[in-house]
């Protein structure tokens, strides 16, 4: 089964800063990862999938790459309303996977 | 708009089944594969399974099989997907997600979530 491990498990980091989120799959997925942000209380919300694309209405500080199986999703300035827990997701097998999610919040 | 209303929560007890509906609308319900996935609480995400509304095929996780039914009515747009022997450990929030189509497959509507409460 492919195992999708997210890090860091937690992240502060002040407004204006660079934050990056890994996802490592541990074997090939290609590009099939998403990106999903959930704030507290709230439904998931699609940022990025197949490894980079932008998903509509999503502001363009995020991004979203891949080097083999190592992608990153990047908020290249930090805004307060970036809080929340980011998830990575394959869709490369039929189990659609879910990494254990980054908790980021605002220093 | 694209539109996934689920039913409400429920409280269910421990051996008991649950059964959660989602009612799709904008778009046409048949073309979009309709996913389940479930939080518990403080925890992450965990993709249950999926029902392909035009044919009625499904596929669940090896964890929920023998437990997980996904079913779909597509005279009304609705999906349901059924859970039996229930434990605590099923107390979470359950999501329908749409797949959208294309080569890439994501999520890109979710219902508002369904709070089951498994307690005796």
């Known amino acids: 089964d492919i195992q999708m491990t997210q890090s860091p498990s937690s992240l502060s980091a002040s407004v204006g800063d660079r934050v990056t989120i890994t996802c490592r799959a541990n074997e090939t997925i290609s590009r099939y990862l998403n990106w999903y942000q959930q704030k507290p209380g709230t439904v998931p919300r699609l940022l990025i999938y197949?490894?980079?694309t932008l998903q509509s209405g999503v502001p363009s500080r995020v991004s979203g790459s891949r080097s083999g199986t190592d992608f990153t999703l990047t908020i290249s300035s930090l805004q307060p309303d970036d809080i929340g827990t980011y998830y990575c997701q394959e869709t490369y097998t039929s189990l659609y996977t879910f990494g254990q999610g980054t908790k980021l919040e605002i220093k | 708009q694209v539109q996934m209303v689920q039913s409400g929560a429920e409280v269910k007890k421990p051996g008991a089944s649950m059964r959660v509906s989602c009612k799709a609308s904008g778009y046409t319900f048949s073309d979009f594969y309709m996913h389940w996935v479930r939080q518990a609480p403080g925890q992450g995400l965990e993709w249950m399974g999926r029902i392909n509304p035009n044919s009625g095929a499904t596929v669940s996780a090896p964890k929920f099989q023998g437990r997980l039914t996904m079913t779909r009515d597509t005279s009304s747009d609705l999906g349901y997907m059924e859970l039996s022997s229930l434990t605590s450990d099923d107390t979470a929030v359950y999501y329908c997600?749409?797949?959208?189509?294309?080569?890439?497959?994501?999520?890109?509507?979710w219902g508002q979530g369904s709070r089951v409460t498994v307690s005796s």
């Open positions: 197949a490894a980079s």
């Open positions: 997600a749409r797949e959208s189509l294309g080569s890439a497959s994501h999520f890109d509507y």
